[in-house]
């Protein structure tokens, strides 16, 4: 998807296939569909008479060939009461009136918003919002489709301005479609196949991505070498596999020589049939979705390469699969973690904190400005928050606002759970230094405690993605999140840093 910003100094004389035009409650028009309006001799406000048109959000009416305008539709788009138009508002008005030229032919809409003035966020919060959301529009899944349905002939994406852009609105738009392309990319991991998408094809996918960036590099860790470090408890998930585990390690250097970096690290488990201790086979061909924290790693990297910001970032994956076999960790096994605490694997469907401990343990070496960790991690998560927030755990709240604050400011929000000693005991384990579950209650609190046994010296966070991260139903697929709060979390970092220059 093209998507742009321009001055428009006449909107009748715009030539394109959809011209999107903002009314308010009642059909009241603001200023710029009053000035078309009367170029097109009326026509408009007829328009919006017969058809009772209300102004609603989430509403719309098209007209075709409008007299007077050189666009070849125009779409009345309902923005609401004036002046009550919140973000959740205005994100509903832009992703219906994509949606709704989608469905027309028009190969590319020009959107003049200048009328529409949203609580609490300004000019250029409305042209990155713009950005994300028309470029996620733009996403389709066809890699594994024989004969793809014809798919929508919108490929141009315009934010008309009355006035020439600032600069900074022009860098916003430019940082939504980053977003938006680091989205889709995990998007289109996490909705790959099992049995396309394993280890060695997120390696790939992280090396092509530094193929394609200058300040990106790349190097992948074997299993002998996860050995050599002692990662017992990665490689007990990879025992039952027959695909090869891998530690991928991407690296931003945008920053100055030496500074500390900002640390992800995401868990890649490419297909989690719950290993010895089996999922129910309803619903398990989602669990190719267990790999999304390691495609929210590599689409926040992609974004972050784009657009350049000056700092330094390190994305780490740590990829295998957890399935059966002769040779699987087995409930009761104890193993040995990199940082030498030992874990009793009570149950071996709880093997993403077993990955992320070690990675956690390997990402000290970078000495991280912030450590944060991306993962579907439980189905707890799902039963607290549903699908809408991410859940978030910290041992820093200075660490965990700014996450938070990156969330809302995208609208890929997230909400802070507790971290409480208190729920450390129920991890106590007669045989181990630590059981790798903690019973039914507070599950996913239970497995962030597990986590933060391993991130004592560090500024860490834990974003448990397993509501968020995909959608079920009719709508099945990965939704790409948290790619805009992470990008938007590491692009706030290096503002403040240059702010502190």
């Not at 996913?444 to 968020?468: E, M, N, P, Y």
Request: a positive charge; hydrophobic letters at 45%; proline letters at 4%.
């Amino acid at each position: 998807m093209d998507i742009s910003i321009k001055h428009i100094a006449d909107p009748a004389a715009e030539r394109c296939g959809c011209l999107v035009l903002p009314v308010a409650d009642g059909g009241k028009f603001g200023a710029l569909a009053a000035r078309l309006d009367q170029a097109a001799d009326g026509q408009l406000a007829r328009l919006v008479k017969s058809e009772h048109f209300s102004g609603a959000v989430g509403k719309s009416v098209l007209l075709h060939n409008p007299s007077g305008v050189a666009a070849q539709r125009l779409l009345l788009l309902g923005c609401g009461k004036p002046g009550a138009t919140d973000a959740a508002a205005f994100r509903k008005m832009v992703m219906h009136a994509l949606g709704a030229v989608q469905t027309t032919g028009a190969a590319d809409l020009v959107m003049l918003l200048d009328d529409v003035a949203t609580n609490e966020r300004d000019r250029d919060w409305q042209a990155q919002q713009l950005g994300l959301l028309a470029g996620a529009a733009g996403y389709r899944y066809t890699h594994t489709l024989s004969k793809p349905e014809p798919g929508s002939r919108l490929k141009k994406v315009v934010l008309g301005s009355a006035t020439r852009p600032s600069a900074a609105t022009v860098r916003a738009l430019d940082e939504g479609r980053a977003m938006a392309a680091g989205a889709n990319l995990a998007r289109e991991l996490g909705n790959l196949p099992a049995n396309i998408c394993t280890p060695s094809y997120l390696a790939s996918q992280a090396r092509a991505l530094a193929g394609q960036h200058p300040q990106l590099h790349c190097r992948v860790l074997d299993e002998k070498k996860m050995a050599e470090l002692k990662m017992g408890a990665l490689l007990s998930v990879t025992a039952g596999s027959k695909e090869a585990a891998k530690l991928i390690v991407l690296e931003y250097r945008g920053g100055a020589r030496g500074a500390r970096p900002h640390v992800l690290v995401g868990k890649g488990i490419t297909f989690d049939s719950g290993g010895i201790s089996i999922k129910p086979g309803a619903g398990m061909d989602e669990m190719k979705f267990d790999m999304c924290g390691a495609a929210s790693v590599l689409g926040t990297m992609s974004a972050i390469a784009g657009l350049k910001p000056r700092l330094n970032v390190v994305g780490i994956v740590a990829a295998c699969e957890n399935l059966p076999s002769g040779t699987a960790t087995k409930p009761g096994d104890v193993v040995k973690s990199m940082a030498g605490i030992t874990i009793e694997v009570l149950n071996t469907d709880a093997e993403g904190r077993l990955i992320l401990c070690d990675a956690l343990t390997y990402a000290e070496r970078f000495e991280p400005q912030s450590l944060i960790d991306i993962a579907t991690l439980t189905g707890a998560c799902v039963v607290a928050l549903g699908k809408h927030a991410s859940g978030l755990f910290s041992n820093n709240d200075e660490l965990a606002a700014e996450l938070l604050a990156a969330g809302n400011h995208t609208h890929d929000r997230a909400w802070q759970m507790p971290l409480w000693d208190d729920y450390q005991e129920q991890l106590k384990s007669n045989f181990a230094d630590v059981a790798n579950i903690g019973g039914p209650g507070a599950g996913s609190v239970t497995a962030a405690c597990f986590l933060s046994r391993f991130t004592k010296k560090q500024r860490w966070a834990h974003l448990d993605i397993a509501g968020s991260a995909w959608d079920q139903g009719a709508a099945k697929g990965a939704t790409g999140r948290p790619v805009a709060l992470l990008t938007r979390y590491l692009l706030d970092r290096a503002r403040h840093h240059k702010a502190a220059d």
